[in-house]
């Protein structure tokens, strides 16, 4: 039982360039969600979704975009990345309480 | 806006002494509230969860919550070098879709 798994670890990436971040959970759980951390802050919601096929904007989902076709896997991708982009993205699956993934830290430059 | 607020802190407390973390929300319709720690460079594992008012102790940790006041509480008794972390307090609102509002954290640290 893995949990949640996030790659890539680290990426750096040039203003305009787009990526894929890759998230997994083995334990069944309908709900997923993706956070931003900056440094400093909380954790800002980006998406969720509550089941496959079902996704949902959350507070910060600007120049992000998610998909949810398996219960699995909630990939985020960014088009067009922007410095402001630059931050610690947290995939996390959820029943009675969060499993984080280990994250994903993403420089844009 | 839903807001959950925190001293962002540093706190600094002696080894062996007790913390005390403070924590505010807005949204009176909240129902779950968690306490989380995140160690620098690291994932946020949880710690604690409360739904009802008053207290909730497990090993060193106390949460206390009291709904009236809008405000939940962390407690972490003999407090160790390796409670140094950031802590984070979390809020659900609707529990359609378990959505977490986190406050900012307070950092925390334990003085040998």
């Known amino acids: 039982n893995a949990g949640v798994t996030q790659t890539p670890k680290f990426r750096i990436l040039k203003i305009g360039q787009s990526m894929t971040l890759q998230c997994a959970q083995d334990m069944n759980h309908n709900y997923m969600y993706w956070y931003r951390q900056d440094p400093g802050m909380g954790l800002k919601l980006i998406y969720y979704?509550?089941?496959?096929?079902?996704?949902d904007k959350g507070e910060v989902p600007n120049g992000y975009n998610v998909s949810r076709s398996t219960t699995e896997y909630f990939p985020l991708r960014l088009e067009l990345a922007a410095p402001s982009q630059t931050s610690v993205y947290f995939c996390?699956?959820?029943?009675?309480?969060?499993?984080f993934g280990s994250g994903t830290r993403l420089t844009v430059v | 806006q839903k807001e959950v607020e925190q001293n962002s802190g540093p706190l600094s407390v002696p080894e062996g002494a007790i913390a005390s973390l403070n924590c505010t929300y807005s949204?009176?319709?909240?129902?779950?509230f968690f306490w989380y720690r995140q160690y620098s460079g690291k994932s946020p594992e949880l710690i604690m969860s409360?739904?009802?008012?008053g207290d909730k102790e497990d090993g060193r940790f106390t949460a206390q919550l009291n709904k009236a006041s809008q405000y939940v509480s962390l407690l972490i008794r003999d407090s160790q070098p390796s409670d140094s972390a950031t802590y984070l307090c979390?809020?659900?609102?609707?529990?359609?879709?378990?959505?977490?509002?986190f406050g900012t954290g307070t950092r925390l640290t334990i003085i040998p």
């Open positions: 996390a699956s959820s029943y009675n309480g969060y499993t």
């Open positions: 949204d009176r319709v909240s129902q779950s």
């Open positions: 979704s509550v089941g496959a096929g079902i996704t």
């Open positions: 979390a809020v659900i609102s609707n529990f359609g879709n378990e959505k977490l509002t």
């Open positions: 409360i739904y009802s008012n």
